[in-house]
């Protein structure tokens, strides 16, 4: 398969999509509002195999590069600490290393903008019919060690989580619902905030759990709380995400709470999709312009 494919290319020359017809079906039934699983094809590919992604994170920027001890609680108060290993050597010995690790923004590197971008102009049709233009592709690969957690946390982003090696359990909670991420702490995160939420051992009866195999994908709501365990072997998993209209309208008119809340105001929250939310995100945008949005 060449550095740049997305698919199999089957024995009649005629390629095989990454998300056949039953995958493009359940997204457009689900997006962008509710958690679902999908099937995928993206078999093993010479762009994501522990030495390529070794070679992977030397070619990015520090910024783009996370990682740290795999062994963590759900719940975590700030960053977690590191191995004491290069990330080269985490990738490369993930089955040992006690690490999790995210090479954040891929798409930097042209191979895997080109992997990224294939995959969405798939499913581009069904996205841009219901939040519009497809704003801000992004790619994320995450790969860890057996039982390791990515604790409890949101993202800004439309995501479809495709996992490729090993096994894992995304625990998802519903969006937008304040009891599992207070208005104040989306807020925070909006300004700059970290992404990592408060555990509370109550919330776990509002999870719902996605069991995921190779071949297999789930679908992940903006701003949806979740959180991650590995199973008994080593991961690699592809985010797939992008943006919308509706997405950065949520995001200011956040913002634009935040300063309402600062002037002793209790605003409501932003509506879910397919609410617009307009207003606030214009009125947030206009004071930024002005310098005002701080």
Known sequence: M????????????????????????????????????????????????????????????????????????IGVDGKP???????????????????????????????????????????????????????RPQAFI???SPDAVTPYHFDPEHNILLQLVGRKTMTQFPAGDARFAPDEIHESYHAGGARELTWRDELAEGGREFALGPGEAVFVPVMAPHFVRNGPESSISLSITWR?????????????????????????????WPVSNKAKALAFRALRRLGLAR
Request: hydrophobic share 45%; no cysteine.
């Open 142 to 144: 995450f790969i860890s």
């Open 81 to 135: 600490g590191g191995t004491g290993l290069s990330i080269e050597d985490t990738i490369r010995h993930i089955a040992s290393s006690n690490s999790w690790a995210v090479l954040k923004n891929v798409e930097q590197v042209p191979e895997y903008e080109a992997l990224l971008l294939g995959l969405l102009d798939e499913i581009r049709p069904e996205i841009e019919a219901r939040t519009g233009a497809m704003l």
């Open 2 to 73: 060449g550095a740049h494919s997305a698919i199999e290319v089957p024995a009649d020359g005629a390629p095989a999509p990454v998300f056949g017809p039953e995958a493009r079906a359940a997204f457009a039934a689900g997006y962008p509002e509710m958690p679902h699983m999908l099937r995928h094809g993206l078999a093993a590919h010479e762009l994501l195999t522990l030495d390529a992604l070794a070679t992977l994170a030397g070619r990015l920027p520090e910024r783009s590069i996370e990682y740290n001890r795999g062994d963590l609680p």
């Open 244 to 272: 919308s209209d509706w997405s950065f309208a949520e995001a200011d008119a956040r913002g634009f709470n935040r300063l309402l809340r600062r002037a002793g105001l209790s605003p409501a929250a932003p509506g879910r």
